[in-house]
């Protein structure tokens, strides 16, 4: 079969230009899917027709469910409402999302959070720890300060480091640099010097990007959090705690570092 090249008498009548907007609502929202969720952050403010478009509200909620299947803290319910939101959630799925994107990019803790979430412990290999067999729950409560408690163990006093141009204003008190200002919790004398002299090593650190827990008198605990589930680590070189907000209450969550489920793995 002979192919030919159109000429110039085959193009002088094109079809007319279709304009993006003039195309009905739902194949405007299904090209909408195809677009990350940074680019649909932009395209969503495109006109004022876009904006307008109410099932733009569906191509969001799809977005935050893919995002955030991963992020148990975050994940929707079967009803398509997030689990778990910042006390002043918007309602639109467009501001949910950023609202998550904000609170899942944080990297500073509070003591209120500590004390409302369920924690795992467990040792690292090197300390003891058999992998899912000697994983404990853990709760951090306020009496007279923060304090952890450990099933079989007397309660043991906390002190999270915390800067005020990171945290809420009401976790600010006092000066932050003054160390003696910050310790607030009912530490037995020796460890409350001891975790003092702690304290004013973390504050000459020149890396104040990463939170340190301090608990009673051993090695500070660095704080962060997970990239693939957005959960909350804190660490030291002999334990790991981690935060865990899978609905089935037996869960032991998903991470396997620092041998915390397999002795064996990744230690």
Aim: aromatic share 10%.
């Amino acid at each position: 079969m002979a192919l030919f090249a159109p000429t110039r008498e085959d193009c002088s009548d094109p079809a007319p230009a279709v304009v993006f907007l003039d195309l009905e609502e739902d194949i405007i929202c299904f090209t909408a899917t195809f677009l990350a969720p940074r680019d649909l952050a932009i395209f969503s403010e495109a006109s004022e027709y876009i904006i307008a478009l109410s099932s733009l509200e569906t191509v969001w909620r799809t977005a935050c469910i893919q995002r955030w299947e991963n992020w148990p803290m975050y994940r929707t319910t079967s009803d398509h409402e997030p689990q778990s939101q910042p006390q002043t959630a918007p309602r639109s799925w467009r501001c949910r999302y950023a609202a998550v994107e904000e609170q899942a990019a944080r990297t500073m803790l509070t003591p209120e959070e500590m004390q409302s979430m369920r924690w795992l412990f467990n040792y690292t290999p090197e300390a003891g720890g058999r992998g899912r067999s000697s994983v404990m729950e853990a709760r951090f409560i306020f009496n007279h300060g923060l304090r952890l408690v450990l099933d079989g163990y007397s309660s043991l006093p906390c002190l999270l480091d915390a800067s005020p141009s990171t945290l809420p204003d009401s976790h600010a008190t006092g000066d932050s640099d003054d160390p003696e200002n910050q310790l607030d919790v009912d530490f037995p004398a020796p460890e409350a010097a001891r975790a003092l002299r702690q304290l004013e090593v973390v504050a000459a650190c020149k890396d104040i990007s990463q939170q340190r827990l301090i608990i009673a008198n051993f090695p500070p605990h660095s704080v962060s959090r997970i990239d693939s589930t957005r959960e909350w680590l804190i660490t030291n070189q002999n334990v790991t705690f981690v935060s865990c907000h899978d609905a089935d209450p037996t869960s032991l969550g998903s991470y396997t570092d620092r041998g915390f489920l397999d002795r064996f793995s990744d230690v």
